[in-house]
């Protein structure tokens, strides 16, 4: 089915699944250029600015996964950096996109990791949700 879906665009596929959880136009590329990655959805659910979650993530990366994370589009501080997109890459991960601010964007791009975010910011992640605002 992944192999079906590489074939496709993203808007092509979302209308045919009614148009159901697609994205909003804030979700952008992290770097120009960035190319197309199909996979499974690992899901990650994280506090706005912690990354805690994120990084517990790692552990569960299934080669071909595709990083699915949710940090409520705040952009106050990132949840993901150029170390975070090397751990994913390393354990196979195609891809990420988060609902949420990302940092290291010069480093990503070399690295070549496609990712997709909210916003990119220079400010690090919040180490338990208690401290994030």
């Known amino acids: 089915m992944l192999e079906e879906f590489q074939r496709h665009s993203v808007a092509n596929i979302g209308d045919a699944l009614g148009r159901l959880g697609m994205p909003d136009g804030g979700l952008t590329p992290v770097w120009e250029g960035c190319c197309r990655a199909v996979g ?9 600015g912690d990354d805690l979650a994120v990084i517990d993530a790692v552990a569960h990366i299934e080669p ?3 990083l699915v994370i949710n940090g409520f589009g705040y952009a106050g501080r990132a949840v993901m950096g150029d170390i975070l997109a090397q751990y994913f890459s390393s354990r196979g991960a195609v ?3 988060v609902d949420g601010a990302v940092r290291d964007r010069d480093e990503i791009r070399r690295q070549g ?3 997709w975010s909210r ?4 400010a690090g992640p919040w180490k338990a949700s208690s401290q994030c605002p």
């Open 40 to 48: 499974s959805a690992l899901t990650v659910l994280t506090g706005a």
């Open 64 to 66: 071909g996964d595709f």
């Open 95 to 97: 891809g990420a996109i």
């Open 119 to 122: 916003s990119v910011t220079p």
């Open 113 to 115: 990791f496609p990712v």
